[in-house]
C-alpha cells in the first residue's frame, strides 16, 4: 500500500531529510520524500496506522496537513 502525506514546514534538504528518517525509523515503512512538493510518499510493508505516521512526522517538528 502507498500513501501521500502532505506535509507543512519543510524548509530545505536537513528538513525532508529529518522527515524521511523518522518515517523510515517505522517498522514496514519505506519513505520518500519531495522538498518541492511538500509531501512525502510512504510506501507500507506492513499495517501502520495513519495515527503512527503523523506522531513520527510532528514529533520530527512538522506538520501533517493530509494523509491519503
Known sequence: MTKK???EGMMCG???????KALNAID???ATVDLAAKT???T???NVS???LTKAVTDAGYT???IA
Open 5 to 7: 502525506i502532505v506535509i
Open 14 to 20: 536537513h528538513c525532508s531529510g529529518a522527515v524521511e
Open 28 to 30: 514496514g515503512v519505506s
Open 40 to 42: 512525502a510518499t510512504v
Open 44 to 46: 507500507l510493508s506492513a
Open 50 to 52: 495513519d495515527e503512527t
Open 64 to 66: 501533517v496537513v493530509s
